[in-house]
């Protein structure tokens, strides 16, 4: 029961973990909350879901295909808005995020109603058995896909130029332009990216979860208290932030009641920056 | 004596012009509809005036007021439907509850900076809203229901007519407004301005940082469930999805941005615009279903981005030469 937890929890942490990873990366870089984050998982899995029913396209494989177009709507969206609120207040900034989630999922609302839709033709499904741990094959995709996301974003954040110039970017702006990194470039690249991150998010998690404009909201939450309880702006924490808020929401709906389990994640996280004010990871 | 309440005759003859028209208004109204919206801007611009205390003033930002707005719409229909007391006296009891319970959770999340003390804020909401839709004493997802009409209107506030809201509800946001101007010049206000421009600056000329903003976040905590209190006699029927939400909280904030944080005035100009916005969308686009909230977000985007510094800086030409903080001037 307990090592079913644990992967059970695992695997919800990993798609928070994507979730938190692109709102760490948009925290990090232009210093903005994205409330946004969580209708670019919506829109990820209704791309995978019309793939699917108009072509039989397989979810996993419709994951480059969404990556790209959410980084395309992504880059568009930093293009028109968030570069002008970039300039106000950061209040005004969070709020415009909050306000385009609004738009996002009434528009949504509009174009497809709000219908509860599964994806039918899958490949991988069917269970494994071991006795003490029951695994459904849909789990085992976010989970493969989480890890390699992770790791390609880790090599291209800490590997590559273009990487490091946005990490710069996060680390002082001003400096960074010194040494001629084209930091307007950098931030347009990280809110691609975080958008793109939260459409392969939504890919996987089209595989076993139900489809509706409003399926995004309940993860944001979850996706910002795993980015604060991590740490200012680190990925890293962010990956671990989600990861522990999965295993806190499974273990909390299995041995206490599922309803409390959000109560359980938001005390905990409230006792966490209680008692460390810069997350778990931060410095 | 230290002048405590610095209200210049100007500003009195604006608020005394300003509430006349306000009590003379309805009487041309003949239809319900724009009362309707008259009594909820009264609402939002007593949220909007109590949040603008912490957020506005104090600059901590708190994402997460829909709490005490429950509380204070909690307190009162249990009140009226389990004790059958009168809203009068059960309100200042929601306040009560509300600035405990800010008391309690302020104190360690008023640490927080940031986005750090909006997300904590966020998830104390969030919790507030999961416990109250669990809680079978209160009603839990169905909420309760507590029209009465076996007593005099006057004892349960509860009437026919919209009137009387409207008249209550005006009184309301008059008193909290010459709060708000009251506070606005005093030694209370700067210390909050002080705290919002540089916190460590503020304590080392010898302000007690954390007592001020304790004060200020109970101050706002008591305010806003103030107005959930009203808010639910004037609707009669609460649950937790209708005044616990994520969006009620983040509203809060947008009403105090769209006018103007920081500033008198500013709110209830935020509350006006907001709600005339929100409620005649809702009347007009509502027959596709989301319309009304898209065409209300896009209205919302374009003034926060185009007006950042919210629509009282239309009228304010003074702001252009007045003197920068430090951490406005970082931004420039």
Redesign the interface.
Known sequence: MVIQCIFEGIVIGSILALIAMGIALI?GVM?V?S?SQGEFLMIGMYITFFLNKKWGIDPILSIPFTAILMFLIGLLIYKT?IR??L??????Q???T???S??L??????LV??EFRTIQKITFSGIIDFGFLVISKEKLVPLTVSILVTTVLFFFMNKTNTGKAIRATSLDKDAAELVGINTEFSYALAFGIASAIAGIAGCVLAYYYYIT?TAGTSFL?FG??AV?LGGFGSIFGAYIGGILMGLVDVFAGVYF?T??K??A???L??LV??LR???LFGK | MRKFININKYFIVKFLAGLLAAIVLPLFIKTPFPLHVMILICIWAIMGMGWNFI?GYAGQ?SNGHALFYGIGAYTCGIGVKNFGASPWVTMWIGVMISMGIAFV?GA??L??????F???T???A??GR??F??WSYVGGATGIDFFDRSKPSWYTMQFTSKYPYYYIFLFFVALILLLTKGLDKSKFGYYLRAIKANENSAQSVGIHTAKYKLLAFMLSAGIVSLAGSLYANYLQYIDPTVVMP?NIS?MI??VA?MGG?GTVIGPLVGAIVLTIISEYTRATFSY???????V???L??II??YM??GLISLFNKKQKNKILTPLEME?K
């Not at chain 1, 300039?87 to 005004?92: E, H, Q, R």
């Open positions: 925290w210093n909350l409330f808005l002008k609120a300039k106000g207040p950061i209040l005004s969070r709020l415009i909050f306000a385009l609004m738009v999922v009434n528009g949504m609302l509009m109603t709000s404009p939450l910002l208290i604060a009641n309803a409390f959000y109560v994640v938001c005390v996280f409230m920056v209680s004010p810069k997350g | 957020g930002v959770l360690p999340l640490r927080l900076k940031g986005h750090y909006a997300l904590a966020m998830a104390m969030e919790c999961i416990i839709l669990n994520l983040m904030c947008l941005v944080i596709i279903n989301g319309f009304d909230l898209f209300y977000g896009v919302v985007i926060v981005l950042p510094n931004r």
